[in-house]
């Protein structure tokens, strides 16, 4: 079945400080989501990426998918402690929505 | 509604016990998907449902869990004789047609004692 890992799994950062996680997959995705969960809450819907290589941009967040489409990645420049939450990516296809392992943010000010 | 509604909030029973949370997705949302989340972990799927078509079981983690979905929108998830391993948020969480961003629920924080 298909398989999704993120890296890493945690992360701890100072404010303004940039932020990277990745999700990798052991198949080729048709397209893939991206959600964040504030700590208590439940996963919110950030962005869908669904071509090879496109880069999508929300703010301070730059998504982008990788060109064989294995891989995808959520870049956030200059955090800020609202920014704090675990990062979820989620490929989309045909088959059912798995989600990834997560990067969980934490944001001292 | 405007969202995604799950009931009850939170939910303690005893070990042995059948519990029922009720998710009413979006209105003219087809694919709803049921998660379960265990504090600090990730999402679990356990099962999906689009349109008409078959519901995929394959993340039920037993046959103790049930779940259906009457007239393509409101869905239940059944657990039948409770286990203290079953306590963790179940999630809920609708798309219209699958290939958008889904909308979760708030979740059924079930605790058994």
């Known amino acids: 079945g298909q398989q999704v890992m993120q890296i890493p799994q945690y992360q701890h950062v100072q404010e303004g400080e940039d932020f990277t996680t990745y999700c990798n997959s052991s198949?080729?995705?048709?397209?893939i989501q991206w959600y964040k969960q504030r700590p208590g809450g439940h996963p919110v819907f950030l962005i869908q990426?669904?071509?090879?290589?496109e880069v999508k941009k929300q703010k301070r967040l730059t998504f982008q998918f990788g060109e064989a489409k294995k891989n995808s990645s959520l870049h956030i420049t200059a955090t800020q402690t609202t920014d704090v939450g675990t990062y979820f990516c989620?490929?989309?296809?045909?088959?059912?929505?798995?989600f990834g392992t997560g990067t969980r943010l934490l944001v001292s000010p | 509604g405007a969202g995604v509604s799950q009931s009850p909030s939170n939910k303690v029973t005893e070990k042995g016990k059948d519990v029922e949370l009720r998710c009413d997705p979006i209105?003219?949302?087809?694919?709803l998907y049921w998660y379960r989340q265990s504090l600090g972990q990730g999402l679990e799927f356990l099962i999906y449902?689009?349109?008409?078509?078959?519901?995929?079981k394959s993340g039920l983690p037993s046959d103790r869990f049930s779940a259906e979905r009457t007239g393509g929108s409101v869905s239940t998830l059944t657990i039948q004789r409770t286990q203290q391993e079953d306590s963790a948020v179940y999630l809920c969480?609708?798309?219209?047609?699958?290939?958008?961003?889904?909308?979760f629920g708030s979740g059924t924080r079930l605790t058994v004692v």
């Open positions: 990426l669904v071509k090879s290589g």
């Open positions: 989620a490929p989309v296809g045909f088959q059912k929505l798995v």
């Open positions: 209105s003219g949302h087809t694919a």
């Open positions: 969480a609708s798309s219209f047609s699958g290939q958008y961003g889904y909308t």
């Open positions: 198949t080729t995705l048709s397209n």
């Open positions: 449902f689009q349109g008409n078509s078959a519901p995929d």
